[in-house]
């Protein structure tokens, strides 16, 4: 239980130490009135008033009433307190679910996250599931029939298949499946469930596919090395049958590499899954991130970011508990 | 007398490798009775691990096995090509040197006992679990009950090796080999293992083979011995006829090589000189030759096969300990002070009785 | 499932197969060696200029006045494969030199100190990796402008924190050993022990990690140009990618993008496998087996 306890503070300081850096990142990368205010911003309002400037049109402001809004916006986002304060206020707002507003339709951001995850998520859950669908009855195929024929061959094409880019693999799929045999829909259908699921198999696949391909990689190895131990012998002296040694011996000890790089995998399938959304055209939380980077919309930015990245430690904190319980001997020393 | 429990004749298994045909097993042929023990001693390359693979039907694809073994009046050979799963693991089972790399470590021990109680009795889960409880305790494992919960690594190293006991016994067997079941194990503990197993087997009428480099080890427990090399037989008989008439040099170094309780003190132990051969390359002549003190010219070219010197001992050997050809080579040795192999008769000094 | 699974009898009994660098492995290299040339010789190479329109008609599949063809806008696919191959590998390569000296250092740092050091620079890799590269990398991009150098630097700040774990394993594992001891007792000052005693060794896996790493972020950059945030002059594979990917030019001219995926494809494949097996081949070595 203490060390339950440890975990959650260490997952805690390490989210607050994300979104520090992220806000960080905005604000003094960027410039920190821009995020809020927009492009209103880039109008020297002091020179405005001052009279020096005539023509604001040229700045990109429009009245002298975008000076206003400017000194405004200063006082009402506190733009003027040192960063650890603001960060402060941001996070107070964040927990309260304000993520700001975007720049684009002045929506705000927690809208288009409500909007945008979900599909984002339904997308990297297919892929997983593909994924481990193909990959576990792969691996216990090829490893038992080690170095052989089929084994060899699996070993090439999961290599090939890891050498491949995402969204290389996601072209090729969407020219043959969509382009020329014209099977699946080339936009997302968003009607009902079933179009939604259908609308996302290519794109799941894509995802998929090379998870699958390092997914089985692992496991074969591991299953191979696993059924040399002496354990595996001992059953086969108890008479027990293949399948039988396959499924309750060997298997899930074989599971660990595989189960640790689900975890580090996320990584991965996060940021294929915003190719992915990409060349598929998918509205998810990649394709606003992405959108929203090439505009300079930073509160979708930013929001944007902190759900993934948190996201994301989320999961690999989970995995780490998974994985402890998984194997009985780690649970003794964590 | 009645058919043994366990016939093998002419036992061969070879396998493929790179280099060649790797002779394991070369020719062995023994009968074990029901409830008989029969000990198997070797150095490690002998070819009695592979002996108990070959009858357990653990070898690899690609080994090569010729002869015949029979179990009851059936032929097992024929049962690993049918997969006969019943057999194994009921009849025949056993036991391992290394209890810590056979047991399973991410399953419980309960688990692992219970498993060939479910799979080849059919017992339902609970069955299976209070069976096991059982069998703990039979192998004198204090509180059974909460061991069967534990994991192997939970438990110490004798502990465990009483749990894979307990496994090869669950279905009653009929035959159990025990390839160097105490090997791995601390010296004290040792002895209980032995014990348990004599005791086990007396209780169940079963039989075992034991398996050991250690002559010791069969002396008091083993009712026939056999004593190989290289794969082959060198000398194969009941254990008090081994002891008091042994008749290959093999046995007889293998004996010197054990410490007694009546040696004078500082005296040394004669190691065996030399290492096993390289059992691809055998060559002719006796595979011995090369570290035989009896050695003489004929040794070197012409293998001598198993005789029967007596009814229920066989000897393989041109010159045997206790024979007159025996007495001969030694002392030609003894005088050249080299063999006919080359191997300097000086490193056999000062043994016990100051043999050379 | 009848037989069970078949070992190497080599292995089986001890034998361990001295490991050679192999076949394979000198055709990726020549593959690899190939390409960089091309590259680098591009301006002088006897090829189409890639930027000049109608070298051939519009949308030409391959033939022999375009061995690739060419694009919606007459430009030659070979001339801008060849011409593409020149930014992803530019950024290929610098951005996992800085990777390696930036995180192999602070790798290095941290497994040598420990203690305070160790913990500060551990805290600081995992908060980097809790982004997934792709999103840090865009963020990056996203603020600091598109231009080759930013991009190439991007990338090499994202392969920082897995380099600097490896490398932090790799010196905890050596400075445990005995030769790293004895140099101290020697009176090595921790500067010296960490060059001479410790970075060699630690140099070894980021050899291969090199041609693997580079594997990797050309992969990046090309996904960071079909997002459309790679470098805004010139044009990489991965630009070539997304400009031939359109539905209709797909339709139309499936080899616009095509032979540039090809391209990635196989160099990728490439490096890949050569630093595969440079991997398992210091590996053996180092283990003391094999019969080399």
Redesign the interface.
Known sequence: MIVLARRLAQLVAVVLAVTFLAFTAMNTLGDPLFNVVGFVAAVDCDAVVAGEIEDISSQGGTTLGDCVVVAEAREEFHLNEPLPIRYGRWVGDLIRGDFGTSFKNRIPVSTVLADRLPKSLLLMGMAEVFAVALSVPWAIAAAYRANRAMDRASTIGAFGMLALPNFALGVILFYFFVVKWQIFPSRFEDDNLALRLKSLVLPALTLGMPLAATYFRLLRTDLITTLQEDFVVMAKAKGLSNRWIMFRHALRPSLFSMVTVFGLNTAALIGGALIVEQVFSIPGLGRALVEASIRDDYPVVLGATVVIATGFVIINFAVDLAYSYLDPRVRRES | MATPLLSVTDLQVG????RGL?RAVDGVSFDLAEGQTLGIVGESGSGKSVTAKTL???L???ARVEGSVMFDGRDVRAMAAE?E??????EM??V?Q?PM???????KVGEQIA??LR??LKRSRREARDDAGDLLQQVGIPEPKKRLTQ?P?ELSGGLRQRV?IA?ALACSPRLLIADEPTTALDVTVQKHILDLLDELREERGMAMILITHDLGVVKGRADQIMVMYAGRTMEQADTATLFSEMRHPYTEALLETIPRVDMASHSRLVPIPGSPPDAVDLGQGCPFAERCRYCSASCLIDQPSLEQHRQGHACACHAPVGTDAGAAAHAANHETGVTPAGLDMGTFATAVGEKT | MDTPPQVDPAEQFGVVVARRLGFGFWIAAAWIIIIVTAAALAPWLPIADPNETGVGGRMDGPGWSNWFGTDSNGRDMFARTIWGARVSLIVGFFSVLLGICVGGTLGMIAGYFRGIVDRIISFSVFVLLAYPGLVLALLIVGLAGQTLPIVAMTLGIVAIAPIARLSRATTLAYSEREFVAAARVLGATDRRIMVRELLPNVLIPMGALTLLGMAITIVAEGGLAFLGLSVEEGFSWGKMIVLGSSPRTLREGPWVAMFPIGAMFVTVLALNFAGDRLREYFDVRELGIGAA
């Open positions: 396998f493929a490798t790179e790797l357990m039907n653990l690899p694809s690609y997969r799963r019943h057999f194994w693991g009921v089972t056993m391992f290394d790399t056979s047991l399973n470590p991410v399953k498993e060939s799979v080849h994991y690594h894979v496994m």
